[in-house]
T-cell receptor, first 112, second 115 residues
Framework: KQEVTQIPAALSVPEGENLVLNCSFT??????LQWFRQDPGKGLTSLLL?????REQTSGRLNASLDKSSGRSTLYIAASQPGDSATYLC???????????FGKGITLSVRP | DAGVIQSPRHEVTEMGQEVTLRCKPI?????LFWYRQTMMRGLELLIY????????DSGMPEDRFSAKMPNASFSTLKIQPSEPRDSAVYFC?????????????FGQGTRLTVV
């Protein structure tokens, strides 16, 4: 059974800081990994998808990497801004049974 | 496309009542997932469908929960009878046809409160 862990549960940083959010998973047979953003009271917005043949993906100030052998993914946010404050969730897609399993998320607060 | 559409956005009901949550996936998406989100347990997969067929319902907490997908454009999640511990945000997500390596798209969720 795939288990996805995100530690810490919450993080507070000053504006402008570069930061890394971590995600670990137990089943290395993960097919792909997706990072989402969730604002309070809202749905999930897809940020980046690292496809099965990829090791990283970039979009603007965001860069996500995936190392299946070590069971880890990271989301790098460059030059953080107050507007980046949200909860960030990672989800692993296990192809064998087509399940998308989520971590509990990291709530990020960027202080002006 | 309008994205994944869920209704209602908010539902308040009394314990023991039947609740039906609705989801319209993105056109052309053939996989549909129902999730429940709570502070304590995070996002839990309840059930998912491929081509309208339920594939895995092992996440459905009890027999009080049931889900159907009568066609490619509509799914329901029903709770009967509802209990206060069912209070949560319920999300629906869809993935494109043949989309093992594509993004999952989520609806805005239904916030259910059972009093």
């Amino acid at each position: 059974k795939q288990e996805v862990t995100q530690i810490p549960a919450a993080l507070s940083v000053p504006e402008g800081e570069n930061l890394v959010l971590n995600c670990s998973f137990t089943d290395s047979a993960i097919y792909n990994l997706q990072w989402f953003r969730q604002d309070p009271g809202k749905g999930l917005t897809s940020l980046l998808l690292i496809q099965s043949s990829q090791r990283e993906q970039t979009s603007g100030r965001l860069n996500a990497s995936l190392d299946k052998s070590s069971g880890r993914s990271t989301l790098y946010i460059a030059a953080s801004q107050p507007g980046d404050s949200a909860t960030y969730l990672c989800a692993g897609f296990t192809g064998a049974n087509s399940k998308l399993t989520f971590g509990k998320g990291i709530t990020l607060s960027v202080r002006p | 496309d309008a994205g994944v559409i869920q209704s209602p956005r908010h539902e308040v009901t009394e314990m023991g009542q039947e609740v039906t949550l609705r989801c319209k996936p993105i056109s052309g998406h053939n996989s549909l997932f129902w999730y429940r989100q709570t502070m304590m347990r995070g996002l839990e997969l309840l059930i998912y469908f491929n081509n309208n067929v339920p594939i895995d319902d092992s996440g459905m907490p009890e027999d009080r929960f049931s889900a159907k997908m009568p066609n490619a454009s509509f799914s329901t999640l029903k709770i009967q009878p509802s209990e206060p511990r069912d209070s949560a945000v319920y999300f629906c997500a869809s993935i494109p046809l043949g989309g093992r390596d594509t993004e999952a798209f989520f609806g805005q969720g239904t916030r259910l409160t059972v009093v």
